[in-house]
T-cell receptor, first 113, second 112 residues
Framework: ETGVTQSPTHLIKTRGQQVTLRCSSQSGHNTVSWYQQALGQGPQFIFQYYREEENGRGNFPPRFSGLQFPNYSSELNVNALELDDSALYLC????????????FGSGTQLSVL | RKEVEQDPGPFNVPEGATVAFNCTYSNSASQSFFWYRQDCRKEPKLLMSVYSSGNEDGRFTAQLNRASQYISLLIRDSKLSDSATYLCVFTGRGGATNKLIFGTGTLLAVQP
């Protein structure tokens, strides 16, 4: 296993609600990236956190926000949920900004009804 | 043109077959290239990096063609356990600082 844990594993919400997803990075990893993977698609980059600061953002609206804590764990928050937000949300940690050592958690499957 | 294009498959091949996937990318400034493997309902896992000179890891060979802007993955002597989705991945300008760009994946099904 990668040592990256995500919670919850599955979540069902209704349109307009807010959701918080959590990720614990592998020990020693100070960089966390979040990705959204819709059914039949590849993962899409949401944003990255490095030492508690946002370090790059993909093409996602401001209602997608995040945090990184001093222990390098991270949260992804999504406000005003839309049906198209239904997807697998993947967290990946790395020991610094080295893409070759990107370790993914098993993801949170979010369903918006 | 899309940032990255992959044939979604599925590729249905018998055990022992050789199969090849290609992936084209549009950003000529891309610095690093990878192949990831994703099993059904699981997270992606790094299979191998792709180097300019080409590289091999057991039954897997990866190649990069910068002039034509594509990468390829060759799998020899396919095993049932190779059945998965293979994602081509690359970084944008600046290399390792930010996002990985994933293709939509190619589904491989190895038949007994």
């Amino acid at each position: 296993e990668t040592g990256v844990t995500q919670s919850p594993t599955h979540l069902i919400k209704t349109r307009g609600q807010q959701v918080t997803l959590r990720c614990s990075s592998q020990s020693g990893h100070n960089t966390v990236s979040w990705y959204q993977q819709a059914l039949g698609q590849g993962p899409q980059f949401i944003f990255q956190y490095y030492r508690e600061e946002e370090n790059g953002r993909g093409n996602f609206p401001p209602r997608f926000s995040g945090l990184q804590f001093p222990n390098y764990s991270s949260e992804l928050n999504v406000n005003a949920l839309e049906l198209d937000d239904s997807a697998l949300y993947l967290c990946a940690s790395s020991p610094g900004q080295e893409n070759e050592k990107l370790f993914f958690g098993s993801g949170t499957q979010l369903s918006v009804l | 043109r899309k940032e990255v294009e992959q044939d979604p498959g599925p590729f249905n091949v018998p055990e022992g077959a050789t199969v090849a996937f290609n992936c084209t990318y549009s950003n000529s400034a891309s610095q690093s290239f990878f192949w990831y493997r994703q099993d059904c309902r699981k997270e992606p896992k790094l299979l191998m990096s792709v180097y300019s000179s080409g590289n091999e890891d057991g039954r897997f060979t990866a190649q990069l063609n910068r002039a034509s802007q594509y990468i390829s993955l060759l799998i020899r002597d396919s095993k049932l356990s190779d059945s998965a989705t293979y994602l081509c991945v690359f970084t944008g300008r600046g290399g390792a600082t930010n996002k990985l760009i994933f293709g939509t994946g190619t589904l491989l099904a190895v038949q007994p």
